[in-house]
C-alpha cells in the first residue's frame, strides 16, 4: 500500500540553528499539507499546495518557516531561525484532490526538538 | 475563533464495550467532518468521514452521527479490542475558498482499553 514517505523522523536541533523536514506524497497526488502537532494537542495546517503552487499559507510563521514543492512532487519545509516553541511533531499529509471528495492521507511524521 | 474541539480528554472502556467519543463544533459553515485515530509515534489514520447533508454513516465497527442543530459529531465504535487504544480526533473542512481545503483538528480523545 502506497505512504507518505517523510524523512527525517525524529530531529534535535539548537535554538537559532536552521532545520528542514522533507515529504514524498503518495505518487499521483495533487495537493500536499504540512500540518504541526503540539504535543497533546490535534495537528494544525501550516502550509496547503496544489501542484507546485501554494493555496494557503495563512497560518505559515513567514518569517521562520518556508515551504515549498517545486516540482509539485516532493516538499521540503524549513524553520530558519528554530525557537524553543517550535518543538512538536510535523505531519506532512497528500490527497488526490480537495479533501471534501478524497482522503488526506498522512505520514509518519518528523518529531522535532529544539534545545 | 471557531474551531472543533472535543469533550473529554480521556475515555477508559472494557474490552468488548461500546465506545463513544464526543465532538463539538462551532463553526456552523463546517461541510465535511472526519475521524481520524492517532496511534503513539504515527501519523492520523483515517476511520470514517460524513458529509453536512447526511446524519449517520456507517463502516466496520464505526459509525458517526452528525447533529447539525447542536453542531454535535459522535464516534460509535462497536466491540472494543485492544488495538483500538488511540488519540481520537475529530476534524472538519469549512472550504474558505481559493482551493484552500486544510482540515481543523479539535484536541483529541484518549481511548484506552481495560482488559
Known amino acids: 500500500e502506497a505512504e507518505v514517505a517523510q524523512s527525517p523522523r525524529y530531529k534535535i536541533t539548537e535554538k537559532s540553528q536552521a532545520v528542514a523536514f522533507w515529504c514524498d506524497p503518495i505518487?499521483?497526488?495533487?495537493?500536499l499539507y504540512w500540518y504541526r502537532q503540539i504535543l497533546g494537542q490535534g495537528p494544525e495546517l501550516l502550509v496547503q499546495?496544489?501542484?507546485?503552487?501554494?493555496?494557503?499559507d495563512s497560518q505559515l510563521p513567514k518569517d521562520r518557516f518556508s515551504a515549498e514543492r517545486l516540482k509539485g512532487v516532493d516538499s521540503t519545509l524549513k524553520i530558519q531561525p528554530a525557537e524553543l516553541g517550535d518543538s512538536a511533531m510535523y505531519l506532512c499529509?497528500?490527497?488526490?484532490?480537495?479533501?471534501?471528495?478524497?482522503?488526506?492521507?498522512f505520514g509518519p511524521g518528523t518529531r522535532l526538538t529544539v534545545t | 475563533g471557531e474551531s472543533v474541539g472535543l469533550h473529554l480528554p480521556t475515555l477508559s472502556v472494557q474490552e468488548g464495550d461500546n465506545s463513544i467519543i464526543n465532538c463539538a463544533y462551532s463553526?456552523?459553515?463546517?461541510?465535511?467532518f472526519i475521524w481520524y485515530k492517532q496511534e503513539s509515534g504515527k501519523g492520523p489514520q483515517f476511520i470514517i468521514d460524513?458529509?453536512?447533508?447526511?446524519d449517520k454513516r456507517q463502516g466496520q465497527r464505526v459509525t458517526v452521527l452528525l447533529n447539525k442543530t447542536v453542531k454535535h459529531l459522535s464516534l460509535q465504535i462497536a466491540a472494543t479490542q485492544p488495538g483500538d487504544s488511540a488519540v481520537y480526533f475529530c476534524?472538519?473542512?469549512?472550504?474558505?475558498?481559493?482551493?484552500?481545503?486544510?482540515?481543523?483538528f479539535g484536541k483529541g480523545t484518549h481511548l484506552i482499553i481495560q482488559p
Open positions: 499529509a497528500s490527497s488526490l484532490g480537495l479533501a471534501g471528495n478524497y482522503e488526506q492521507y
Open positions: 505518487s499521483g497526488h495533487a495537493t
Open positions: 499546495f496544489q501542484d507546485e503552487s501554494v493555496v494557503d
Open positions: 463553526n456552523s459553515a463546517s461541510d465535511y
Open positions: 460524513i458529509r453536512s447533508n447526511m
Open positions: 476534524a472538519e473542512n469549512s472550504y474558505p475558498g481559493g482551493g484552500a481545503d486544510g482540515l481543523t
